[in-house]
């Protein structure tokens, strides 16, 4: 029987899986398009919610994200989450509590999110921002999810190796960062829209962290 190595580092997504918001990040890009002349509809963007603004802009639109008009696209959808939707967001079902316990447990914490300038705000409103050691922004990786950059700088962050650290995450674009950078990952299913055949490679599937708290001993943080 092969040895597991029980994990020393949880890389956490946090749109959809510490708090309930990727509605919010579809709306606020809806009405951001439509407001720069661009309709699309709320099923066009639900679906890339979880991926990088980079690839949002060039799938959906065509368009680089340094691009003038993606900058300012990037400003004004920030400032409406800042203002009219962030503000409104619940934690998903036991997220502080089982953060609480990973801390207990003496793992280190980083958040590996595709959200950019809105992030700490996001993290204070889930009640989370004290209890997490650090996090990556999308600056500091190459790429953005699916692909694996940010998984590999949360991992250096942490100060640990692939097979040491398990990812937490809601979307198919969460398990393939991790995946790439080698990091198996926990996936849940309180962000919506995926079913279970779209989260297939993850290691484990639970319904939110209350879930994944109330199994701990069943899942990949047991070692």
């Given amino acids: ?6 994990p020393k ?4 997504d946090i749109d959809g899986t510490l708090i309930d918001s990727n509605d919010a990040h579809t709306r606020a890009w809806v009405q951001t398009l ?4 661009r309709a699309v509809s709320y099923e066009q963007i639900r679906h890339l919610i979880g991926k990088g603004s980079d690839k949002v802009f060039a799938e959906l639109l065509g368009i680089e994200s340094d691009s003038a ?36 447990e003496g793992l280190r914490l980083v958040i590996a999110s595709s959200s950019g300038e809105e992030l700490p705000a996001l993290l204070a409103q889930a009640g989370l921002a004290d209890l997490l050691d650090t996090a990556v922004s999308p600056d500091e990786a190459k790429e953005s ?32 960062a991790a995946k790439e950078a080698g990091v198996k990952c926990i996936a849940v299913r309180c962000g919506g829209y995926w079913d279970d055949a779209a989260l297939s490679d993850a290691a484990a599937i639970f319904d939110d962290p209350a879930a994944l708290l109330r199994q701990w001993a069943d899942s990949p943080l047991a070692g």
């Fill in 34 to 37: 439509q407001r720069h002349g």
């Fill in 145 to 176: 999810k699916p692909d694996g950059d940010i998984i590999e700088v949360a991992l250096r962050k942490a100060g640990v190796q692939a097979n040491e650290a398990v990812m937490v995450g809601d979307t198919p674009y969460d398990i393939a």
């Fill in 69 to 104: 008009l993606a900058k300012q696209i990037t400003k004004d959808r920030v400032q409406l989450l800042l203002s009219d939707f962030i503000p409104n967001l619940a934690p998903t079902p036991g997220a502080r509590l089982l953060v609480q316990r990973m801390r207990s």
């Fill in 1 to 6: 029987m092969t040895h597991q190595i029980a």
């Fill in 9 to 12: 580092a949880v890389l956490f």
